[in-house]
């Protein structure tokens, strides 16, 4: 049982491999890492490039920033460099990293500084790692240097030890994907004394620097920071290391942790805070943002897809649920996706509805999460926040207009209620006021509802209730009335509108579903490449209002490499250009992304299970929302899917007819090597022995008649593959001229002569057949397959009937024996290349009967084998002719052929 236990998983092992060999396809990643500037990863990177050097290995710069360093610079010399990449910028020429001559040289390794840094307009790529992403896809090693603030996890917390932002970071997933992480450490002391050397600043700015970012305290944090990262890597490692090998251990449970996010900034640190906590465990990580009726200011939408994009660069993928109740969907979900913990932000505000409900939120959650870890992270008090921490002031996102319509609405409805006064009670008015405020609700958002209902009560109060016209009340059960008045439109009105914005975004997810269900489902039915692209089209069209241009790949070329195809919609071949990389690379590129980002359209690649099948270019107004992107994506998936079925559909029955062309080849190449090869052994012979020896005339005729047998034989064998050919080339097109079927029964006759000999051949035509308009010489050959087919079936001695006659605009063939007829499986057959029957005789291709089949239909006839009813076959041929001579022009015809 034990040695069961240890053996390996072979699905896991599989997996292993193939990540593996992907692996090794791609160059590695070495980072050189430190806690800040100034600790010399440069200089150990240029050491270690120097190294490599010595080993033979074939490297070269490709951006290395000396900041004026002297010991820096001199290990420069020596190494190749490729020219720095110059693009002007506000009257100014910046000099970058140049991609394009890195790959074209193609190295070994090459040294890149500073991964994080942001590319000057104009590049290829936003961002300095995406070039080095790149340059890894081409299978080059890559050398660089990061700093800890730069990771995209830790920026918020090296902004809280230095007080200063870093604009400039990666994500995290790349330098926990490095081959090799190479940790450059150097005490706090020594950095603090080679900066009052003027080793890392000019000597103004390193006092600056030891004043701010470089003191004591701040490097020493930074310095843990550093070394705990590195050292969580080599716990994780160690980690993969003993899984990978089976070596059995203490092994830490999976964990599978749950950040809630929202719309506001406390999210960041939420999310960096979570994917910290993640590597340091060991654990998965996903996100949720619960979508309330709660309708987003302009703040907020755009704070909301912050988050969402920062959530990307940390590797953390985000589900968007519909839910009025927040805890019940961070709770639902998180069972669902077993997540072992849930991270939330401690709640900042305080409102009425918060202490309406059963405990706040976080007591809620703590109470439904049940086994579930729940972990609460603070947020940084600020001055400027202190007041909106205290009091909830609810955010309106109705316009002027709505509030002057409903006050319009109100008004008027009050005016006419005060018009019927002394027919209905001041009672009756309340309820018909509160019918409004539940009606306006269905149209207005919460402030306008909470304005109808303060002015309604109000209205009521003043117009209606004793004394008239004052807010003054006497009876204290009006005086309660109106209270619950106002409290029951509000809360009433608020609910309504709550529902109804809840039904709005249900109703969207609703929409989206179905239109990947029709997308779907006439994806399945659609037949062929271009019904493909254009049910891609008309849909990209309808739900997204974009034009979309779908470029798809070609054959492949020589080396074995796939093409794109062009497109002259792109409209410039620098549009086309950047469809190629997206379709090499298989990232989206163009406007609204980090890579190309100053051209007019977006490009993205559909990509199958094989790989990227081709590339959709669509021209964006805006930037997608998260839920927008989540239906793209899915609509793109779809897509892709569908081209990819459609080209496996194509590579099979391509396979198909691969495999039934080489059937056909083995089979044509014994048939007719074997017939081949008795003509040419005859020929050989006979013509060797009149060659060689002497023999009586009689014996000498013998010969030749052999030889001349023999060459018949093979100048048919020749005629059929060069007839078949032509018919499956398309080249033959009848030449229809006036025949007589006399003329061509004879000729018919006189070829076949000697192998009738045995038989009996009736010819049976009418007197009054009249010429009719067909090829000659098609059909000639037509009657000669069919009565050779005959004489090789029938036995000798038996009749072979041969019936000709028009009718009805047709000329009608009959070619009738006293053969062995078909079977039932020879009649679906008989017509078929190659095909020969299972009693016939020894010789023959099964070329002839096929020949007769696509000379009939060249004619635009039709042909048909059957049994006849006393034993034998029977073909039936029908060829419709444009018209036939009456007797006077027969004769004509005939007078004519005797004169020439």
Not at 90 to 96: G, S
Not at 258 to 279: C, F
Request: hydrophobic share 40%; glycine share 6%.
């Amino acid at each position: 049982m034990e040695s069961a236990d240890l053996r390996p998983d072979p699905d896991k092992l599989l997996a292993t491999i193939l990540q593996s060999e992907e692996k090794g396809k791609r160059g590695k990643l070495k980072i050189f890492f430190g806690m800040c500037a100034g600790v010399g990863k440069t200089y150990s990177m240029l050491q270690a490039a120097r190294v490599e050097k010595t080993k033979g290995c074939d490297l070269v710069v490709g951006y290395v920033e000396t900041h004026n360093r002297t010991e820096t610079a001199a290990l420069l010399e020596g190494l190749g460099q490729i020219p720095r990449k110059r693009l002007p910028y506000k009257n100014a020429d910046l000099e970058e990293l140049d991609l394009d001559a890195i790959l074209a040289r193609k190295p070994q390794l090459v040294l890149v500084d500073e991964l994080a840094h942001t590319n000057a307009p104009g590049c290829r790529h936003a961002k300095r790692y995406q070039d080095v992403l790149e340059i890894l896809e081409h299978g080059i090693h890559v050398y660089t240097t990061v700093n800890v603030q730069h990771l995209e996890s830790r920026s918020d917390t090296v902004a809280q030890i230095t007080g200063i932002t870093v604009r400039e970071t990666l994500p995290d997933e790349i330098f926990e994907n490095a081959d090799e992480v190479e940790l450059v450490d150097l005490s706090p002391d020594e950095l603090i004394q080679r900066l009052s050397e003027g080793k890392v600043y000019a000597p103004e700015r390193s006092q600056e620097a030891m004043s701010n970012f470089f003191r004591k305290g701040n490097i020493t944090a930074l310095r843990e920071m550093a070394l705990r990262i590195v050292a969580d890597r080599v716990d994780k490692q160690l980690h993969d290391y003993m899984q990978e090998k089976r070596i059995r251990g203490p092994w830490k449970s999976g964990s599978h942790l749950l950040v809630a996010i929202d719309y506001r900034v406390q999210s960041t640190r939420l999310l960096r805070w979570t994917k910290n906590l993640a590597y340091s465990m060991g654990a998965n990580v996903q996100a949720i943002y619960v979508e309330t009726s709660h309708k987003l200011t302009a703040n907020e939408e755009e704070q909301l897809n912050k988050n969402f994009a920062l959530a990307k660069p940390l590797g953390i993928k985000v589900r968007i649920v519909t839910n009025y109740d927040v805890v019940s969907a961070i709770v639902d979900f998180a069972q669902k996706e077993n997540a072992t913990h849930i991270i939330v932000g401690k709640p900042r505000v305080r409102n009425l509805l918060a202490m309406i409900r059963l405990g706040n939120f976080v007591n809620r959650l703590i109470r439904y999460s049940g086994s579930i870890d729940v972990y609460i992270l603070g947020a940084d008090n600020q001055a400027k926040g202190r007041y909106k921490e205290k009091v909830f002031v609810p955010s309106f996102t109705s316009t002027l207009r709505e509030y002057l319509t409903v006050t319009a609405l109100v008004i008027l409805t009050s005016m006419g209620c005060y018009l019927v006064k002394d027919y209905i009670d001041y009672q009756v008015v309340s309820f018909g006021l509160l019918f409004l405020v539940s009606i306006l609700a269905i149209f207005f958002g919460s402030g306008p509802i909470l304005l109808a209902a303060a002015l309604s009560a109000m209205i009521w109060d003043y117009l209606f209730i004793p004394p008239q016209f004052t807010l003054h009340i006497d009876k204290p059960q009006d005086i309660l009335m109106l209270i619950m008045f106002f409290l029951i439109a509000l809360l009433n009105g608020i609910l309504t509108s709550r529902v109804r914005r809840q039904e709005k975004k249900i109703r969207i997810r609703e929409e989206r579903t179905q239109a990947l269900y029709q997308l779907t489902k006439e994806l399945n039915i659609a037949g062929g490449l271009e019904e493909v692209t254009g049910i891609a089209n008309r849909y990209v069209k309808r739900y997204f209002g974009m034009d979309a241009t779908i470029l798809l790949k070609k054959e492949r070329t020589q080396n074995g490499e796939s093409l794109l195809s062009s497109d002259p919609g792109l409209g410039s071949e620098n549009e086309q250009s950047v469809a190629n990389w997206v379709f090499k690379n298989s990232i989206a590129a163009g406007k609204y992304t980090d890579t190309l980002p100053s051209g007019s359209r977006t490009f993205y690649p559909l990509t199958g299970n094989s790989g990227t099948i081709g590339v959709i270019a669509v021209e964006h107004n805006r930037t997608f929302t998260q839920g927008e992107e989540q239906f793209w994506e899915a609509f793109l998936s779809q897509i892709s899917g569908k081209y990819e079925r459609e080209y496996f559909r194509n590579a099979a029955r391509i396979t198909y007819v691969l495999s039934e062309s080489e059937k056909l080849y083995k089979t044509l190449f014994n048939s007719i090597s074997h017939e081949l090869r008795i003509p040419v052994a005859t020929i050989l012979g006979a013509s060797d022995t009149l060659l060689t020896q002497s023999y009586p005339e009689e014996t000498r005729q013998a010969l030749y008649q052999e030889i001349n047998i023999a060459s018949i034989r093979l100048n048919r064998l020749i005629e059929n593959l060069l007839n078949m050919s032509r018919l499956e080339s398309g080249y033959i097109k009848p030449r229809l001229d006036w025949c007589d079927v006399h003329d061509i029964t004879h000729q018919v006759s006189e070829a076949l002569q000697n192998e009738l000999k045995s038989f009996k051949l009736t010819t049976i035509i009418p007197p009054d057949m009249p010429l009719v308009k067909v090829d000659f010489g098609l059909l000639e050959q037509i009657l000669h397959n069919l009565v050779l087919n005959a004489t090789q079936n029938a036995p000798k001695g038996s009749r072979i009937r041969l019936k000709l006659y028009y009718d009805d605009e047709q000329l009608h063939i009959h070619v009738m024996d006293r053969g062995p007829g078909f079977s039932t499986e020879e009649l679906n057959s008989v017509f078929d290349k190659f095909y020969r029957g299972k009693e016939a005789k020894a010789g023959g291709t099964g070329l002839g009967l096929s020949i007769v089949k696509g000379f009939v239909m060249a004619h635009g006839g039709t042909i048909r084998a059957e049994n006849r009813e006393n034993g034998g076959a029977r073909f039936v041929l029908v060829i419709p002719t444009q018209r036939a001579l009456n007797i006077n022009e027969k004769s004509e015809y005939r007078r004519y052929n005797s004169d020439h």
